[in-house]
């Protein structure tokens, strides 16, 4: 499984973005998907995550209320909105495709990554 990640930019202080990540088989229906961000000179962290058929998410605790996963299985495509964005959020963000089909949190239940879109937020 191949994933794109797309829709990352550069944002001001309180706008929203949507990033979506598409996979290149149907196969990536059936399981979780999460996202993942890296900031600068910091660890990999946990944002967001839903189970194979949409009816589970979780989320960190810094990203929920402002942040909302979902996925479109017809096109094998996962979405985070983003909004009220902060400079805090500025971030690689990566999409992964779980070897379960419940949400998770723990990047070792990820079997595929995508390549990472640059999300920038300024104040």
């Known amino acids: 499984v191949q994933l794109q990640a797309s829709g990352g930019g550069l944002v001001q202080a309180g706008d929203s973005l949507r990033l979506s990540c598409a996979a290149s088989?149907?196969?990536?229906?059936?399981?979780?998907m999460g996202w993942f961000r890296r900031a600068p000179g910091k660890e990999r962290e946990f944002v967001g995550s839903?189970?194979?058929?949409?009816?589970?998410?979780i989320y960190a605790d810094n990203a929920r209320g402002r942040f909302t996963v979902s996925r479109d299985n017809a096109k094998s495509t996962a979405y985070l909105q983003m909004n009220s964005l902060k400079p805090e959020d500025t971030a690689v963000y990566y999409c992964?495709?779980?070897?379960?089909?419940?949400?998770?949190?723990?990047?070792?239940?990820?079997?595929?990554w995508g390549q990472g879109t640059q999300v920038t937020v300024s104040s």
């Open positions: 992964a495709v779980s070897r379960s089909s419940y949400a998770g949190r723990y990047p070792d239940v990820y079997r595929y």
């Open positions: 839903i189970s194979w058929n949409g009816g589970t998410t």
């Open positions: 088989r149907r196969t990536a229906s059936n399981n979780a």
